[in-house]
Nanobody, 123 residues
Framework: QVQLVESGGGLVPAGGSLRLPCAAP????????MGWYPQAPGNERELVAV???????NYADSVKGRLTIPRDNAKNTANLQMNSLKPEDTAVYYC?????????????????WGQGTQVTVSS
């Protein structure tokens, strides 16, 4: 039932920019990584950007150099900075958080999702 809070979607022309904020509730305090998954019609969600709790980032080749997660984000946030957008970027973008924690030495993992925000890039 707990969801990430994301926003920032909209309609932009090709070559334009968007910024998609994403924040996890404070109750999720052991996040290992957060990422962004666009889902185009008829396709599965695909990871394109991820940031770890240590601040390291990784990007899919399709978005490298255009989409970034700034490393100065506050704790439990993963804002997606989108530049030089292409029509192929059009999709519903879902924010994801991967929580890993231990209870009395037993490791547990839980995944959280945002509700999705529509990004449409026009020609």
């Amino acid at each position: 039932q707990v969801q990430l809070v994301e926003s920032g979607g909209g309609l932009v022309p090709a070559g334009g920019s968007l910024r998609l904020p994403c924040a996890a509730p404070g109750s999720i305090f052991s996040i290992n990584a957060m990422g962004w998954y666009p889902q185009a019609p008829g396709n599965e969600r695909e990871l394109v950007a991820v940031i770890t709790s240590g601040g390291s980032t990784n990007y899919a080749d399709s978005v490298k150099g255009r989409l970034t997660i700034p490393r100065d984000n506050a704790k439990n946030t993963a804002n997606l900075q989108m530049n030089s957008l292409k029509p192929e970027d059009t999709a519903v973008y879902y924010c994801n958080a991967d929580e890993v924690y231990s209870i009395y030495g037993s490791q547990r993992r839980q995944v959280y999702w945002g509700q999705g925000t529509q990004v449409t890039v026009s020609s």
